[in-house]
């Protein structure tokens, strides 16, 4: 099994996995013997980086394949006012990122015989990927938009929806990876800092907000995410199916918060 990193700071983490690590781009991994594959790295203005290297060999090594996963963004489906969207909803897309990721997704699906899934994630937390840390730092404020709301989803839950597909794979499916409960920010945030016993963030009105472009791109889409087919499929049970449960584990695994 090889893992590729950006930089070799991850080198260790991923040799800790059981895993090969490979610093990508700069040595092209070896794809002799490999029967699944799954591509994590975002694609950008010029394209899916994966394929702008390695198109022609997988390509070529496409019934080599027994499953290739592909992750992508429920950003594909843009706005939708906050209403229900499932993996029938065609992407309208509105930011760069959700315009990259459907072009990422049609180029990987246009390969012949390639037996592609592909994986829409939403909004990712875990260890070393919450509020936590932020909250401690300070600084950290409740952005208030009315009738906003986000979905996400907890890493390990990510892990087990593709374990599960890998047991049973069906070439061509697409995947929303989400947890039950779309909510607005603020209320995680708010959570986070009732769990860790920190004064309540400052409640600042969206129209208000000194925010990056990026941030603003975020507030821009607001929808819920259905996840029926992760359960119905795959048997998956999540096992964090709201940000409760979640922000309690990591609560638990690490009490004073460090590392999270």
């Known amino acids: 099994m090889i893992g590729t990193t950006r930089d070799a700071i991850h080198v260790a983490e991923i040799r800790a996995s059981g895993a090969e690590p490979l610093i990508w781009p700069g040595h092209a991994p070896d794809l002799d013997g490999v029967t699944h594959l799954l591509i994590s790295t975002a694609p950008t203005a ?10 022609d060999e997988i390509t070529a090594r496409a019934k080599q394949f027994t499953w290739v996963g592909y992750l992508s963004t429920t950003a594909v489906y843009g706005d939708h006012q906050g209403n229900w969207v499932d993996e029938e909803t065609p992407p309208t897309p509105t930011a760069k990122r959700g315009l990259w990721r459907v072009r990422a997704e049609t180029q990987w699906s246009e390969i012949p015989d390639l037996p592609l899934h592909i994986f829409r994630l939403a909004g990712i937390y875990g260890p070393g990927r919450g509020p936590f840390s932020k ?23 990510i892990a087990q929806v593709l374990a599960a597909s890998m047991t049973q794979p069906n070439p061509g499916a697409i995947y929303n990876v989400c947890d039950d409960e779309p909510v607005p ?23 208000q907000a000194d925010l990056t472009p990026m941030a603003r791109s975020f507030y821009n889409e607001n929808k ?11 048997g998956v049970s999540l096992m964090y199916p709201n940000y409760r449960v979640g922000l309690e584990a990591l609560m638990q695994e690490t009490p004073d918060g460090a590392g999270l």
């Open 46 to 55: 010029e394209g899916d980086p994966v394929l702008a290297e390695l198109r």
């Open 135 to 157: 909250l401690k730092k300070g600084g950290l404020r409740r952005i208030i938009k009315p009738d906003q709301v986000f979905s996400r989803i907890h890493v390990d839950d």
């Open 185 to 207: 920010p603020q209320d995680v945030i708010g959570y986070a800092a009732e769990l860790q016993g920190l004064p309540m963030p400052p409640a600042v009105p969206f129209d």
């Open 224 to 234: 819920r995410v259905r996840n029926e087919r992760i359960k119905s499929e795959l």
